[in-house]
């Protein structure tokens, strides 16, 4: 299964951008379907989590990104969005779309597993 992003680019501060992450195939993460983020300079390890949609519809956001951004999801598509509005300098960072699921079944505990995209970059310039 591969994840293929896309919509990334450069846009102004306050503007809007969408990203699409296509899955090769339907999956079915037991967590969820994530957008995560790495900020220039920083490790893969450092990644961090923009947003996450469960199985049920249940949505959950990075404080710095809530009110801002929406999450999406189109099942029969295998397919997972990501609405950026009011876009800000510090939100430039390269944007991976994420598979996670966790050895527990349940998300936070155990061991997780994350199928990653290749990236996409945002740049948002003032």
């Known amino acids: 299964v591969q994840l293929v992003e896309s919509g990334g680019g450069s846009v102004e501060a306050g503007g809007s951008l969408k990203l699409s992450c296509a899955a090769s195939e339907y999956i079915r993460p037991n967590c969820g379907m994530a957008w995560y983020r790495q900020f220039p300079e920083k490790e893969r390890e450092d990644r961090e989590q923009?947003?996450?949609?469960?199985?049920?519809?249940?949505?959950k956001y990075a404080d710095s990104v809530a009110g801002r951004f929406t999450i999406s999801q189109d099942n029969p598509k295998a397919a997972v969005y990501l609405q950026m509005n009011s876009l800000k300098t510090e939100d430039t960072a390269v944007y991976y779309c994420a598979a996670e699921s966790w050895s527990s079944g349940i998300c936070g505990m155990g061991a997780r597993d994350i199928l990653w995209g290749q990236g996409t970059q945002v740049t948002v310039s003032s």
């Open positions: 923009v947003s996450i949609i469960h199985s049920d519809g249940t949505t």
